[in-house]
């Protein structure tokens, strides 16, 4: 019995699917629209208590948080590489990057509502923009550090659902901090988007609906 991923395109649900296509896993995917009102259907209440996405529900449970349903899956499912073992060196490091992708993401929350969704210039703080940009700029300073020994990816040892967590991520921050200063971010979102299960779930998930600019500048106060 396959999956089923309540999902918006272009949010931290496409962390979820895209992990489910490396492991080979089949999914159903359930889309909605971020202001439609589709996410306050009292079905989706029932699924996912914040109303917010994704909302996995696999094994006969429904999972709601990107952060533990990505550790859920890779303890889950066998035959992967994407996890370093319990006992294993990098499996802090793994952990840290894991949720490092939200340091970065809640920045990126906090842009997207000031930008994107508050309808009137007047409600928009150039205070809060500014300072959510420079933390996010810094945030993603660490990542740049972390590439910068030759590695590939965010463990040493190869490609895992760390980096699944912060390659969606990246996408997101390019539309705020523009990426000139960070040519190991840049080559390692390039090896990011060429894996083949990256562009499966793109096509499954279909296009992005929050951004129509390729890059927001700070309005000038």
Known sequence: MSATLHSIAGS??????????????????????????????????????ARRVPALEIDGRVLIESGATVQYLCETRK????????HA???????????????LGGGIQNLNMQHLFLPKPEMRSLTVMGIET??????????????SDGRDYLLPTGFS????????????????????GFPHLTAYQ?????????????????PQQFYTQDFYELPEG
């Open 12 to 49: 931290r649900s496409f962390r979820v699917l895209w992990l489910l296509h490396e492991l080979g896993e089949p999914v159903e995917v359930v889309p909605y629209q971020i202001m439609d009102g589709s996410l306050q259907q009292e079905g989706f209440k029932a699924i996912s208590p």
């Open 134 to 147: 420079k933390r996010l700029a810094i945030a993603l300073k660490g990542v740049e550090k972390a590439l």
């Open 79 to 86: 035959g992967h590489d994407l996890m370093p073992p319990v």
């Open 190 to 206: 390039a090896r990011l988007e060429a894996r083949p299960a990256y562009s499966a779930a793109q096509v499954a998930e279909g």
């Open 161 to 180: 659902a760390a980096d699944v967590m912060m390659g969606f991520t990246l996408t997101s921050a390019r539309r705020y901090v523009r990426f000139e």
């Open 89 to 103: 060196d990098e499996r802090a490091d793994w952990l840290q990057w894991l949720h490092y992708a939200e340091t």
